[in-house]
């Protein structure tokens, strides 16, 4: 059942990424494009995660278990390392360049051309590198 679950919260999640624009790269550019033609609607979607998530997280909060079992999810880690500010670079650095991060990119392969796969197979290469460098071993290890 818990696959499912995933499966299903996972399309619902790729659906709202392309319903709501955020897999069309443009829309995100104009929302960084401060100077110019600044596009708000990210900011938008934004509020509205949040408007639906704060409350969830709220009432989640004192649970031991998941509703579909298993354990909460926490953080992973309370630590603000170099590691975590230089990944955090990286990503918006690339967000802003491209405007695709990796959900919205995963969410419009199947809409788009070219553009998406190579930013999904450079994203894979990104993945997998790290983990080679550390033998094998996830990179956080």
Excluded: K
């Excluded at 609607?41 to 509020?47: N, T």
């Excluded at 990286?90 to 360049?97: H, K, R």
Aim: proline fraction near 7%; include cysteine.
């Amino acid at each position: 059942m818990r696959p499912f679950i995933a499966a299903a919260a996972g399309a619902l999640f790729g659906i709202g990424l392309v319903v709501s624009g955020m897999a069309n790269p443009m829309i995100v550019l104009g929302f960084f494009d401060v100077a110019g033609g600044w596009n708000p609607q990210l900011g938008f979607v934004m509020a509205g995660a949040l408007a639906v998530m704060a409350p969830a997280w709220r009432l989640a909060r004192g649970r031991a278990h998941a509703l579909a079992g298993g354990a909460m999810p926490g953080p992973a880690s309370g630590v603000i390392d170099a590691r975590l500010i230089g990944g955090s670079a990286v990503f918006g650095v690339g967000w802003g360049i491209t405007g695709l991060c990796p959900a919205p990119a995963l969410a419009a392969i199947g809409l788009t051309g070219a553009e998406f796969w190579t930013f999904a197979g450079a994203m894979a290469v990104g993945v997998m590198v790290p983990r080679l460098v550390a033998g094998g071993r996830p990179a956080a290890a």
